[in-house]
T-cell receptor
């Protein structure tokens, strides 16, 4: 596709459920980032992949959050035992490298009820 | 103290006026600075990047960087109602080899016809 694609666009989860959010980056983009954006705030970094290697996961808020990119393209962010404070928009971005422009997907809005 | 600070606004300007958006950052080692525009419910879109002290102009947009004062600004000339959005300042630190961005909370701009 032409841009970064994320699915689903919207997800409602009951507290305690596990969710999986998918990101399909721009073809050929080596770098992939996940960000969390709470209402009225700027995006906050969660984790970074260079191809299939997760080089930085310093932003993951707890061990309930897990991300993978097994073949260096599509990435999945998994949240286990969702809590209300996990409600946010989850943005995925990709770039050719670390010093090039990052393009964002439309995001997945997660609401935990 | 947050790493990247912006006034959340809203900043309201009349159509045709100059809008001035400001941002300060705490990491003196930061090397790359970006302004993203985010319409409500949409993903961030890069509008300007700046890497060295001084001004950088692109159409109606001018980014200004002062590393000594740790200050970045964005000027929008001849503001249009379509410029109404949230403007996010983002910083990439030299200590980060990942390309991850640290965002401010964003300034909401309202351009009134």
């Amino acid at each position: 596709g032409a841009g970064v694609s994320q699915s689903p666009r919207y997800k409602v989860a009951k507290r305690g459920q596990d969710v999986a959010l998918r990101c399909d980056p721009i073809s050929g983009h080596v770098s992939l980032f996940w960000y969390q954006q709470a209402l009225g705030q700027g995006p906050e970094f969660l984790t970074y992949f260079q191809n299939e290697a997760q080089l930085d996961k310093s932003g993951l808020p707890s061990d309930r959050f897990f991300a993978e990119r097994p073949e260096g393209s599509v990435s999945t962010l998994k949240i286990q035992r969702t809590q209300q404070e996990d409600s946010a928009v989850y943005l995925c971005a990709s770039s050719l490298g670390t010093s090039t422009e990052a393009f964002f997907g439309q995001g997945t809005r997660l609401t935990v009820v | 103290q947050k790493e990247v600070e912006q006034n959340s606004g809203p900043l309201s300007v009349p159509e045709g006026a100059i809008a001035s958006l400001n941002c300060t950052y705490s990491d003196r080692g930061s090397q790359s600075f970006f302004w993203y525009r985010q319409y409500s419910g949409k993903s961030p879109e890069l509008i300007m990047s700046i890497y060295s002290n001084g001004d950088k102009e692109d159409g109606r947009f001018t980014a200004q960087l002062n590393k000594a004062s740790q200050y970045v600004s964005l000027l929008i000339r001849d503001s249009q109602p379509s410029d109404s959005a949230t403007y996010l300042c983002a910083v990439k630190g030299d200590s980060s080899n990942t390309g991850k961005l640290i965002f401010g909370q964003g300034t909401t701009l309202q351009v009134k016809p």
